[in-house]
């Protein structure tokens, strides 16, 4: 069996990724390809937690997944619009990062500052952080 089909990835290793790229003054490679990776790791580590709780919350959400013909993106902010003040303060935060980070990936004339990314960090690890302390 492969090592794909038997192991757990933690989410969480793409924001240690963002915060060492952002990090890390000597690298060689473009800077806006630097910063547009953060950004997207960012957003990537905050959606993954956010789907796995909604998918601990809801067992059924999982199946709903793969069977709903909105984005599974659409779909996990769902289960965060308008769910109470702490969901919804986690909606606003990755719906946030979410358009940086499709700005990040898909515009190519859109200059990524080092702040937006550093921001996009803290937001990232902000989702993470109220969504570890959910009841």
């Not at 794909?4 to 933690?10: C, H, K």
Request: proline fraction near 2%.
């Amino acid at each position: 069996m492969s090592s794909l089909a038997t192991s757990s990835f933690d989410w969480q290793h793409y924001l240690e990724l963002a915060n060492e790229l952002n990090g890390s003054a000597s690298l060689t490679c473009d800077n806006q390809a630097v910063l547009r990776t953060c950004v997207s790791r960012a957003y990537y580590a905050a959606f993954h937690v956010a789907r796995s709780f909604a998918i601990q919350c809801r067992p059924r959400f999982e199946f709903e997944l793969k069977n709903n013909k909105k984005s599974v993106h659409d779909s996990v902010l769902g289960e965060f619009f308008n769910k109470g003040d702490s969901k919804h303060e986690i909606y606003v935060l990755l719906n946030r990062l979410r358009q940086e980070r499709n700005a990040a990936d898909y515009v190519p004339n859109v200059n990524i500052g080092k702040e937006v990314a550093e921001n996009d960090i803290l937001d990232a690890e902000a989702v993470v952080d109220r969504i570890s302390n959910m009841p």
